[in-house]
């Protein structure tokens, strides 16, 4: 059976589209069959972010009943599924998440992780984002404004009889003026799954139409991925050992070894 994980967010500008497409490229370092789909129709951004935006088939069209969601499914260079949704109006008029969890139905045992990159906020769609799946993960950043929204959005999906695993904390800085993760996790009363650290490297790889852990897998925010990936499936990340550069010798020093002295 496949299991149904919602992305959720209180808010838009948290990473959450990021933080979902690098989550299943990192799922798929460990050899998870990952399905990646974009059911924030109003304002959908994966197909932006993979340079995905002139395709036949969008998750719109299974939506409408013109197409099946097995029809619609894309795969991406690291291997992960990707339905995405159009950015084009007239795909979006009409699309309606009445019916998602009979039309992601047709993806059990076709894959066995489904992440939903979901609308922002507790509206009538994550409603029905959250009657399709079986857990959800919370993304937030260490502020305030932010850390409050997300508690909002536990409380929503709890009442909705969801799971959340937890908060995946993103564009974490370190510096004096954020949340610790101590005062977070008293606020939402659940765990901080895991930190992303702000990273140039997740703006080049969007710009480059790439999540970070596929463009640059060694950088540390795909780290921090792959780490949250490890930790979902119950298996231990190993950080990768840095080759240190073989430091040559000076014209001093290796006359100073020609004469015994050192």
Same mark, same amino acid.
Not at 39 to 64: C, D, E, Q, R, W
Not at 152 to 170: D, K, Q, S
Not at 188 to 212: G, S
């Given at each position: *059976?496949?299991?149904?994980?919602?992305?959720?967010?209180?808010?838009?500008?948290?990473?959450?589209?990021?933080?979902?497409? =690098?989550?299943? %490229?990192?799922?798929?370092?460990?050899?998870? $069959?990952?399905?990646? %789909?974009?059911?924030?129709?109003?304002?959908?951004?994966?197909?932006?972010?993979?340079?995905?935006? =002139?395709?036949?088939?969008?998750?719109?069209?299974?939506?409408?009943?013109?197409?099946?969601?097995?029809?619609?499914?894309?795969?991406?260079?690291?291997?992960?599924?990707? +339905?995405?949704?159009?950015? =084009?109006y007239q795909d979006v008029e009409g699309s309606s998440l009445k019916n998602l969890k009979a039309k992601l139905s047709d993806l059990n045992n076709n894959t066995e992780i489904t992440l939903i990159d979901c609308p922002p906020?507790?509206?009538? $769609?994550?409603?029905?984002?959250?009657?399709?799946?079986?857990?959800? @993960?919370?993304?937030?950043n260490p502020d305030i404004v932010s850390v409050t929204d997300a508690l909002r959005t536990v409380h929503f999906a709890e009442e909705n009889g969801v799971t959340v695993l937890g908060v995946l904390l993103n564009k974490v800085?370190?510096?004096?003026?954020?949340?610790?993760?101590?005062?977070? &996790?008293?606020? +939402?009363?659940?765990?901080?799954?895991?930190? +992303?650290?702000?990273?140039?490297? %997740?703006?080049?790889? @969007?710009?480059?139409?790439?999540?970070?852990?596929?463009?640059?897998?060694?950088?540390?925010?795909?780290?921090?991925?792959? &780490?949250?990936?490890?930790?979902?499936?119950?298996?231990?990340?190993?950080?990768?050992?840095?080759?240190?550069?073989?430091?040559?010798?000076?014209?001093?020093?290796?006359?100073?070894? *020609?004469?015994?002295?050192?």
């Amino acid at each position: *059976m496949t299991k149904f994980v919602a992305l959720l967010s209180g808010k838009g500008g948290v990473g959450k589209t990021t933080a979902t497409l =690098n989550l299943g %490229v990192a799922l798929k370092y460990y050899g998870r $069959d990952v399905a990646i %789909v974009d059911a924030n129709i109003t304002m959908p951004n994966i197909a932006l972010h993979l340079g995905s935006t =002139n395709l036949p088939v969008y998750f719109n069209h299974v939506l409408k009943n013109q197409k099946n969601i097995l029809e619609s499914i894309y795969r991406h260079p690291s291997g992960v599924k990707v +339905i995405p949704a159009s950015i =084009n109006y007239q795909d979006v008029e009409g699309s309606s998440l009445k019916n998602l969890k009979a039309k992601l139905s047709d993806l059990n045992n076709n894959t066995e992780i489904t992440l939903i990159d979901c609308p922002p906020g507790i509206g009538k $769609d994550v409603l029905h984002v959250l009657k399709a799946v079986d857990q959800a @993960i919370v993304v937030a950043n260490p502020d305030i404004v932010s850390v409050t929204d997300a508690l909002r959005t536990v409380h929503f999906a709890e009442e909705n009889g969801v799971t959340v695993l937890g908060v995946l904390l993103n564009k974490v800085r370190g510096d004096a003026h954020e949340m610790s993760v101590d005062n977070i &996790e008293s606020i +939402i009363e659940k765990p901080v799954l895991a930190q +992303i650290k702000h990273d140039d490297k %997740v703006r080049e790889a @969007i710009n480059a139409k790439h999540p970070v852990v596929f463009a640059f897998p060694d950088s540390k925010a795909s780290s921090n991925f792959k &780490e949250l990936a490890a930790k979902l499936i119950g298996t231990v990340y190993v950080e990768p050992i840095e080759e240190k550069e073989e430091v040559q010798p000076t014209f001093f020093e290796k006359m100073l070894s *020609m004469l015994g002295l050192k």
